[in-house]
């Protein structure tokens, strides 16, 4: 079993800047690849940022220049520095992590990320 703890959420000003983190923890083995999706009220879930196993990364274009995705392999932490908040980032936050040679991704709970204008 593997668990994800999200934290950093919270209430900001537009253009303000909240650090995002998660720890994995459990029956991990190799991590294929740890990221951030977000789903506001209404909306499809969709791809924030994913950071690969060899460091690759990949992001959402309303997000390129703004967010940056980075890990500690050593901690099994991921985090997701937001900068340049927009009211259009607000959204409930989750955690994401794939074991190599699989195809399952393992969710967090989500965690609150609120930008007022």
């Known amino acids: 079993q593997v668990s994800l703890v999200e934290s950093g959420g919270g209430l900001v000003q537009a253009g303000g800047s909240l650090r995002l983190s998660c720890v994995a923890s459990g029956r991990i083995s190799s991590i294929s690849a740890m990221g951030w999706y977000r789903q506001d009220v209404g909306k499809e879930r969709e791809l924030v940022a994913r950071?690969?196993?060899?460091?690759?990364?990949t992001y959402a274009d309303s997000v390129k220049g703004r967010f940056t995705i980075s890990r500690d392999n050593a901690k099994n932490t991921v985090y997701l520095q937001m900068n340049t908040l927009k009211p259009e980032d607000t959204a409930v936050y989750y955690c994401?992590?794939?074991?190599?040679?699989?195809?399952?991704?393992?969710w967090g709970q989500g965690i609150q990320v609120t930008v007022s204008s």
């Open positions: 994401t992590l794939r074991l190599l040679l699989t195809t399952t991704d393992y």
């Open positions: 950071i690969f196993r060899g460091g690759a990364t």
